[in-house]
């Protein structure tokens, strides 16, 4: 086995984790292994954990090694990070459902599919931006900055095609 990140992402579905991870100020300090199966002592060897799990779940041998802050402070950290990111989703994710109850709407007024296509392929990349950040299991940690950025993408993104779709009718013009 080895402690190469791609490794993990060829045996598990975790595209989104490992293209985050890639992004992270992680990246060029540690790998997945390193936080995700922390090394334990048996007798005087050092091994690999081989428990997948957070490393919420033991903060001092995932990431007190590297942090020399209480653990604490780590979990306020996190905690921070993922909360930021959780309003972000929710905010990203309130777009595209109101995107999405306007295209309803323009449809029972007689909208064509020609008229809501702007609005249809914008649906379909906020979406999609979306969907990205809600499988990434780190809720954001892995990498805040891209994180955000992504989900600001998705919620830009579902207004203009809100907007797109209000506008139904001028989109023969």
């Known amino acids: 086995m080895s402690s190469e990140p791609k490794v993990c992402a060829n045996c598990h579905i ?3 984790e490992y293209d985050s991870w890639e992004k992270s100020g992680h990246h060029h300090t540690a790998t ?3 936080c995700h199966l922390p090394y334990v002592r048996t007798g005087s060897f050092k091994v690999s ?5 957070s490393p919420l779940l033991n903060v001092n041998r995932a990431c007190q090694v590297c942090h020399s802050v209480s653990e604490k402070e780590l979990l306020e950290r996190v905690d921070r990070i993922q909360n930021k990111n959780y309003e972000l989703l929710q905010n990203a994710g309130k777009a595209v459902e109101d995107l999405i109850n306007e295209i309803e709407k323009a449809k029972s007024e007689g909208a064509s599919e020609s008229q809501l296509k702007k609005a249809l392929n914008l649906q379909r990349k906020s979406q999609w931006y979306l969907d990205f950040i809600s499988s990434e299991n780190s809720m954001g940690f892995h990498a805040p900055q891209e994180s955000a950025r ?3 993408n998705a919620a830009n993104l579902a207004r203009q095609g809100q907007i797109s779709a209000i ?4 989109n023969d013009k």
């Open 150 to 152: 992504i989900l600001a």
């Open 32 to 34: 997945c292994a390193d």
């Open 49 to 53: 954990d081989h428990w997948v799990r």
């Open 167 to 170: 506008k139904w009718k001028e």
């Open 14 to 16: 975790m595209n989104p």
